[in-house]
């Protein structure tokens, strides 16, 4: 009977060590089934500084077109949680906000990026960049801006995902902060926040929602305001 080689051996052995630690560093625990539960709507206020709801999500497009930011569009099988409103101010200027809340931020599950979801209610992304938001004198938070259009429906778009306790609007940084967190042991929860507008001067735009955010986040609580945002110590700010 013939010996096994010990190359052969040694193989058998590291395929074995492998799957085990991919077994222990799998994450198995939800972070949302330990965490404060959230309910996005008692966490956002509908009236804070000079901005209040309006009742009629579609007041903003003026129009037939798909809303996006409709909760019919959003995947109820992604998310746990959706929020999608419209809010005017006194000189009557209209963003949407929308979040959506999910609890299981592994392949497949994460929230979908304006990217995606725009293209595929027959949109057209024509500017698309990243930048920064100053919250407050020693808050900044990572943004993604766009543009998206259909036919003559001109819409500016602020937006961040988060992973756990983090923001990361670019894919690699997202990818590793989701690595991070699964060595903890769980399976992160995460969040999209978007605001967009009808406007057909994205700088104006892209202005009024950076001071609409700012004003939202400045309302909220610190508990409330870390949920939405991310632990500022934990934050990716370039």
Known sequence: MNAIPLKSWLTGLAMIAAALLAAMLTPTEMAADVNPPINLKTLIPKQFGDWQQVQDLD???GSNDTNP???NTLSEKLYAQTLARTYVNARGEQIMLTIAYG???RNGMQ???PEACYPAQGFKITQHSTGVLNVAATTRIPVVHMVAVQRARIE???YWTTVGDQIAVESLKWKFARFKYGLTGKVPDGLLFRVSSIDPDSTHAFAAQAAFIRTLLNALDSSARERIMGHPSAMTTS
Do not use: G, M, W
């Open 59 to 61: 007041i903003i497009s």
């Open 69 to 71: 930011n409709d909760k």
């Open 103 to 105: 609890k299981d931020q």
């Open 111 to 113: 929230v979908h990026k």
């Open 156 to 158: 500016p778009i602020t």
